[in-house]
């Protein structure tokens, strides 16, 4: 939660700064930077420093649809608040990831 936080906040000050706070504005700073971050370095913002990073839960690399379709899931919000046993969002079980500490 944390991390998303610092994403969303992150998104925030760049929609503030660029867009004059416009609502779909943020969406799309926030979507781009998960997707972006995600491919380049496993991770967003809020999860790197908070030194975590989000795998495939079969190993091997992340690959580029993955990303896509979790940060999705994730501007949907309702994957991103059903959560199974084991902690994990519904956004990452459909994407095949999971988010583990570095």
């Not at 503030?16 to 700073?29: H, I, K, N, R, W």
């Not at 902690?87 to 583990?100: K, P």
């Amino acid at each position: 939660v944390v991390a998303l936080a610092i994403d969303w906040g992150s998104a925030v000050i760049i929609s503030v700064t660029f867009f004059s706070y416009e609502p779909f504005a943020t969406l799309a700073v926030f979507a781009t930077a998960q997707i972006v971050l995600l491919l380049t370095a496993n991770g967003s913002l809020g999860h790197l420093l908070l030194g975590m990073r989000v795998v495939p839960i079969a190993g091997g690399y992340l690959g580029w649809w993955r990303p896509i379709v979790r940060t999705l899931l994730i501007c949907l919000v309702i994957p991103a608040v059903i959560w199974d046993r084991d902690q994990r969002g519904a956004h990452d079980r459909l994407a095949g990831t999971v988010l583990v500490r570095r």
